[in-house]
């Protein structure tokens, strides 16, 4: 017999009631896309490597329907744009206090059980013509090496035998990255990242581990918001 198609937790229980509107795989992601920007349908799947077109809209749907985020016309010819509406705005905290709970499994890829973890890094416009490189990325003295090859970048801990560059930081910048007080260029200007390797490395590294919206980057609206 088919399995039930799923519907809920059925749990008389807030937290259970919020996973039903966002709990399901990819939503969260698309949230904060929006969070960003309004963005057209398109543009999300440029974004979402690996979502499939079915999985996008039907997610987009249910968050509509809920009154997480709203359709509005884009310029003629453009399609719509989707926007989050004032409830999807309130999950900017929870959002926040998620990130700066699953940035200790970046800086540390075992921290979950896997020796080596694969990103996909396709939703960078022009990844395809930045060059391999591996890079450092030390955290409080614990280094994890980061491999960028066809697209994907690779992260296993332990340090690279010889780097293209090395960035040096401590945990307590990295948890204020991941909220989104800072950026890596900030922490560059405020002497919390230290960077060892040519200057030409430094945008590489930015495009290699998804910070840019662009590759090479040429202003500064490659940059996420």
């Given amino acids: 017999m088919p399995k039930r198609p799923w519907t809920g937790y059925e749990r008389f229980c807030p937290l259970s009631r919020a996973l039903d509107v ?28 690996g979502i499939s077109t079915s999985v996008l809209a039907d997610r987009l749907r249910r968050l509509e329907t809920a009154g997480v985020l709203e359709r509005r016309p884009a310029p003629v010819g453009e399609g719509n744009l989707y926007e989050l509406t004032a409830r999807g705005r309130e999950l900017e905290t929870p959002l926040q206090a998620l990130r700066e709970w699953g940035v200790s499994f970046l800086v540390d890829p075992s921290a979950d059980g896997h020796r080596e973890h694969r990103f996909n890094m396709s939703y960078v416009k022009g990844i395809d013509t930045l ?3 591996t890079f450092e990325l030390r955290v ?25 560059l090395a960035v040096h930081t401590s945990s307590t910048f990295m948890s204020r990255w991941a909220a989104g007080d800072v950026d890596w260029d900030d922490g560059r200007a405020t002497g919390e990242v230290a960077v060892e390797g040519s200057r030409e ?14 590759y090479p980057p040429e202003t500064s609206n490659d940059r996420p918001r």
Avoid: C
């Fill in 201 to 214: 490395s430094w945008p590489n590294w930015l495009a290699a581990t998804g910070y840019l919206l662009a």
């Fill in 140 to 164: 409080d003295g614990h280094p994890t090496t980061l491999t960028f090859s066809a697209g994907a970048l690779h992260q296993r801990a332990g340090a690279p035998t010889t780097p293209q």
């Fill in 22 to 49: 966002i709990g399901e795989r990819w939503t969260l992601v698309i949230v904060q896309e929006l969070m960003k920007r309004p963005s057209r349908y398109g543009e999300l799947l440029e974004r979402l490597p």
């Fill in 131 to 133: 060059p391999d490189a």
